[in-house]
T-cell receptor
């Protein structure tokens, strides 16, 4: 049973370019979460999605950032016109839809470097 | 306002001794607490959890204690092993925001042989 997959593992973008980060949840999991970890900091919640729905995006910056989890295919975190401050590790996690299950299963992360 | 705080950025213990990692929270709506372990260049992995209706949960060498009145929880690892060296994150969630977890900044544990 494959775990949460994220790609690419490392991504280098120049300022102003777009970054697309992909996340495939564990088989059978319908909930996806994105977190960002800045250097020397903890995990900061960004967005919580279910298939075709954004449930909570309270942690997402209002501009340049968007996320989707289509009916088919992986979840995508998109950052437009990247700036140096976007350099961070971005982690995706998934969980099943069973009520009362709070544990999340994390992918290995995508390390974004903006030059 | 940080709702989950891990006030010790690092902790160093000798192999075989007890490691105690602490976590404080401010949101009284939190009713489920989790600990995750993270190695460098990897994602966090779930370690152990506790519901607010309990005050202790044990799994092998790992025990989590919850003091609701103090809004404090702790993770005990005994005996500590060098392979336990990692960053430990405390997280909290509530059923009204099912699924969304709030994380602390982590404590780096180093277990010396």
């Amino acid at each position: 049973n494959a775990g949460v997959m994220q790609n690419p593992r490392h991504l280098v973008r120049r300022r102003g370019q777009e970054a697309r980060l992909r996340c495939s949840p564990m088989k059978g999991h319908s909930h996806v979460y994105w977190y960002r970890q800045l250097p020397e900091e903890g995990l900061k919640f960004m967005v919580y999605l279910q298939k075709e729905n954004i449930i909570d995006e309270s942690g997402m910056p209002k501009e340049r950032f968007s996320a989707e989890f289509p009916k088919e295919g992986p979840s995508i975190l998109r950052i437009q016109q990247v700036v140096r401050g976007d350099s961070a590790a971005y982690f995706c996690a998934s969980s099943p839809s069973r009520v009362g299950v709070h544990e999340q299963y994390f992918g290995p992360g995508t390390r974004l470097t903006v030059t | 306002d940080q709702q989950v705080k891990q006030n010790s950025p690092s902790l160093s213990v000798q192999e075989g001794r007890i490691s105690i990692l602490n976590c404080d929270y401010t949101n009284s709506m939190f009713d489920y607490f989790l600990w995750y372990k993270k190695y460098p260049a990897e994602g966090p992995t779930f370690l152990i959890s506790i519901s607010s209706i309990k005050d202790k949960n044990e799994d092998g060498r790992f025990t989590v204690f919850l003091n609701k009145s103090a809004k404090h929880l702790s993770l005990h690892i005994v005996p500590s092993q060098p392979g336990d060296s990692a960053v430990y994150f405390c997280a909290a969630s509530d059923n009204t925001n099912a699924g969304k977890s709030t994380f602390g900044d982590g404590t780096t544990l180093t277990v010396k042989p």
